[in-house]
DNA sequence: TCTTGACCTCAACTTTACTCGAGGTTCTAG
DNA sequence: CTAGAACCTCGAGTAAAGTTGAGGTCAAGA
């Protein structure tokens, strides 16, 4: 088996810095065993935890969120499949949500921008939840949707 | 006509906060007339202006490249539908991009999140650019791609 | 006229996700 | 055993997109 990893390593073999992997730390996404030097050591699965760190992110999920996640994986054990595929389900749904929200705007782009509707009450993109008219003054854009 | 419109107006009908207003003139991207008791005023075209300065924050663009965009619009004559049209062409390109790696993502996330395949060096999710073994020292989570 | 609400500027603070540097320690190879 | 690389902590800085507050002015109704 090889042996532990150092900060260093664990930096080169995920790609991302020494100085992100301290902050992560800090923020709770991961931990590290520490030397008799205090200096940092990680087990191998450690680079599988920063793998899926790196994925939320890049589908969207705030650290805090994914640190909350990550929280519910189970201690002691070392997560299996199945504990990776629970996280996964949720941030699908997730990933889901903002591509129907994304393709929806984009439909509706060159129709409205162009067409000179902004101007007019019953924009889509104005009134991206159909909420208007709902109640209060005037036409408002709400909320992103 | 009506006439041209206060901050607070202009804030109530398009629905962003007074001080969003500041700040947006302050990065240029919209601006407005003094009265000569120094307060702004804003023609009705503003709201259209603002309305497509959320549309496209809503798509993801940041703000600086929003007022690059806006910064292309004609000075001097009121922009008409085929110059927001010529705008909603480059975001549309842009947002397309977007729902692209969304769903690459998405497509990707239970297959290899869930299988354990995170921790081989063929895994599509880090490697997103397939630029695995071109180089370096061991398998990378590269950019998000 | 007076008061209240809307407006003004400017500086500072907020959050997210990091990066950088200073000052000091530990580890490893020659 | 010593040089240099790698590591440590902690505080500050960055960027984006605003929000909040202090201190002061303007405008409209009773």
Redesign the interface.
Known sequence: MQRELSVGEVA?????AVSTLHFYEARGLIRSRRTAGNQRRYPREI??R???I??A????IPLATIAAALATLPEGRTPD??D??A???A??AD??A??T???R??DQ??G?????C??MQA?P??N?RDELGAEG??????D?G
């Open positions: 080169e073999r995920s790609g991302v680079l599988r920063i793998a899926v790196r994925v992110q890049r589908a969207g499949a199945s990776w595929q996280l996964s389900q941030w699908r990933l889901d903002r591509i929200r994304l393709t705007l984009r782009l060159d409205c921008i162009g067409c000179g902004l101007s924009c993109l104005r991206p003054p005037g036409p408002r854009l709400l992103p």
